[in-house]
Nanobody, 125 residues
Framework: EVQLAESGGGLVHAGGSLRLSCAAS????????IGWFRQAPGKEREGLSC????????YYADSVKDRFTISSDNAKTTVYLQMNSLKPEDTAVYYC??????????????????WGQGTRVTVSS
């Protein structure tokens, strides 16, 4: 059973940094992508970044590509999202998700079949 668990959220002042972690387990497929998404209050869920398990290629949404960095550990069991220069508008629940068999990176949610429970990030002004 695929399981994803986010951690690392919390309260931070504007301009600060946080590193989110996504612990992944139960994968039985060779190629997949792990993506980070967020949903702010009253807004639709937004794709932020994703990383390929096969070659560590990464993809970023324009809204975060200069501030956020996605990475994974060597064992491919944890994916991180380093978030710098945080702004109040980054306040949201952050989710990681897995897309089995995804080789051409995209943040199209429909391809991500497994989701974590989310971790809340609050950025104060």
């Amino acid at each position: 059973e695929v399981q994803l668990a986010e951690s690392g959220g919390g309260l931070v002042h504007a301009g600060g940094s946080l590193r989110l972690s996504c612990a992944a387990s139960g994968f039985t497929f060779d190629d997949y992508a792990i993506g980070w998404f967020r949903q702010a209050p009253g807004k639709e869920r937004e794709g932020l970044s994703c990383i390929s398990s096969s070659n560590d290629d990464t993809y970023y949404a324009d809204s975060v590509k200069d501030r956020f960095t996605i990475s994974s550990d060597n064992a491919k069991t944890t994916v991180y999202l380093q978030m710098n220069s945080l702004k109040p508008e980054d306040t949201a629940v952050y989710y990681c998700a897995a897309a089995p068999g995804l080789r051409h990176l995209t943040l199209w949610e429909a391809l991500y079949g497994y989701w974590g429970q989310g971790t809340r990030v609050t950025v104060s002004s």
